[in-house]
């Protein structure tokens, strides 16, 4: 099956600082990607759609200034956390599909401290 | 807005017994996805549904889906522990892909 990966797993950050998650697709290629934000015990929230070759659509609510996307090929979207702060710690995970009519492979998940 | 809403939010059960978590979302769509989460970990597929009426089977769990009702079910037959974890579904919002709305989860812990 199709495969996702991210790194890093895990990261800690002094607050004020950026941080980039890579998230890339193994064996398929990924005209889109999607970056999820999950807080302890509760659901996954969309924050955008990252797009190969063009801007990133965010989320109502999601700082686009903040939380930097780009998708520079077909098997890499990066999300940078810019000027991170504590209430940015959080599980942040990316999904790829391999088309329109397909379903979603979820990458294995980055959990950022900000400290 | 979609709105996906999951029932319950919290099971206990017994090993051996059976019990059924429902999924309702709030707009027209054919496609709903169920997920498994464990502690700390990413999202494992369970099931996909692309058609109203679709029924899908896996070891212990049974997924459908009522497009019409907007409702799709997760039952679980014969309970074992390796089954604790928390479920998601999720609904395509535009009902060509991949753009998901998830509903709250379920944590569900299988007691022996």
């Known amino acids: 099956g199709a495969v996702v990966s991210q790194h890093p797993s895990w990261v800690i950050c002094k607050s004020g600082t950026s941080v980039k998650i890579e998230c890339r697709s193994l064996d398929f290629q990924a005209t889109t990607m999607f970056w999820y934000r999950q807080f302890p015990k509760q659901s996954l929230m969309l924050m955008a759609t990252s797009n190969e070759g063009s801007k990133a659509t965010y989320e109502q609510g999601v700082e686009k200034d903040k939380f930097l996307i780009n998708h520079a090929s077909l098997t890499l979207s990066t999300l940078t956390v810019t000027s991170a702060h504590p209430e940015d710690s959080s599980f942040y995970i990316c999904s790829a599909g391999q088309g329109l009519v397909s379903e979603q492979y979820f990458g294995p998940g980055t959990r950022l401290t900000v400290t | 807005e979609l709105k996906v809403e999951q029932n319950p939010l919290f099971l206990s059960m017994q090993e051996g017994k059976n019990y059924t978590i429902y999924c309702n979302y709030s707009?027209?769509?054919?496609?709903l996805y169920w997920y498994r989460q464990d502690p700390g970990k990413s999202l494992e597929s369970l099931f996909v549904l692309l058609s109203n009426g679709a029924v899908k089977q896996e070891g212990r769990l049974m997924a459908s889906l009522d497009t019409k009702a907007r409702l799709s079910t997760l039952h679980i037959t014969a309970a074992v522990h390796d089954l604790s974890a928390t479920y998601f579904c999720a609904v395509d919002r535009y009902n060509y892909g991949q753009n998901f709305v998830f509903g709250p989860g379920t944590r569900l812990s299988v007691l022996p």
């Open positions: 707009t027209t769509s054919d496609r």
